[in-house]
T-cell receptor, first 114, second 115 residues
Framework: AQTVTQSQPEMSVQEAETVTLSCTYD???????LFWYKQPPSRQMILVIR??????QNATENRFSVNFQKAAKSFSLKISDSQLGDAAMYFC???????????FGAGTRLTVKP | DAMVIQNPRYQVTQFGKPVTLSCSQT?????MYWYQQKSSQAPKLLFH???????NEADTPDNFQSRRPNTSFCFLDIRSPGLGDAAMYLC??????????????FGAGTRLSVL
């Protein structure tokens, strides 16, 4: 079974600084997708960034980028120039190709200090 | 504009009293999902509909049922809620089931309390 582990229950960052959230996963598959979702307090979960396992290049979306290490099964999220609006719960998720079952990590609560 | 809408945002029910949570979508997506998220835990998939085809997760309790009368609406029925069923329930949609870049869009969730 695929599992997703987020080892940091809570993280904090100073506004305008950079923070990295960690995620590791366990799978025997070679073709899959990885996601970071953001869940602000009392609001819906939204996709931040996604990575296809067959792509070596790390995905980037504006201030958000990932460090995808396939051999190490690691998928960390870097947030640059942190903003107050980045404060949220962040979930790492895994989905096998051609399968609908998405597996989430337990989440990391990010606090941004002004 | 909200594309996946869950009502109500907060629901209180009594132990053993049936309760229904609703989800609607304006995206015309084929797939709708229900997740259960307990405090400080990861969302856990309960089941999903691909069009009218119902797919139950193996470990979803029989207490949980779902209905999808049309493309836009999906309901989660909890027949006899127990204290352990208190959680946030998330509805999500995706355009297709096996599309390679399938993205799930989530509603804001319904927080269920069981007294």
């Amino acid at each position: 079974a695929q599992t997703v582990t987020q080892s940091q229950p809570e993280m904090s960052v100073q506004e305008a600084e950079t923070v990295t959230l960690s995620c590791t996963y366990d799978t025997s598959e070679s073709d899959y997708y990885l996601f970071w979702y953001k869940q602000p307090p009392s609001r819906q979960m939204i996709l931040v960034i996604r990575q296809e396992a067959y792509k070596q290049q790390n995905a980037t979306e504006n201030r958000f980028s990932v460090n995808f290490q396939k051999a190490a099964k690691s998928f960390s999220l870097k947030i640059s120039d942190s903003q107050l609006g980045d404060a949220a719960m962040y979930f790492c998720a895994y989905r096998r190709r051609n399968n609908n079952d998405m597996r989430f990590g337990a989440g990391t609560r990010l606090t941004v200090k002004p | 504009d909200a594309m996946v809408i869950q009502n109500p945002r907060y629901q209180v029910t009594q132990f053993g009293k049936p309760v229904t949570l609703s989800c609607s979508q304006t995206l015309n997506h084929n797939v709708m999902y229900w997740y259960q998220q307990k405090s400080s835990q990861a969302p856990k998939l309960l089941f999903h509909y691909y069009d009218k085809d119902f797919n139950n997760e193996a470990d979803t309790p029989d207490n949980f049922q779902s209905r999808r009368p049309n493309t836009s609406f999906c309901f989660l029925d909890i027949r006899s809620p127990g204290l352990g069923d208190a959680a946030m329930y998330l509805c999500a949609t995706s355009r297709d089931r096996v599309e390679s870049k399938n993205i799930q869009y989530f509603g804001a969730g319904t927080r269920l309390s069981v007294l």
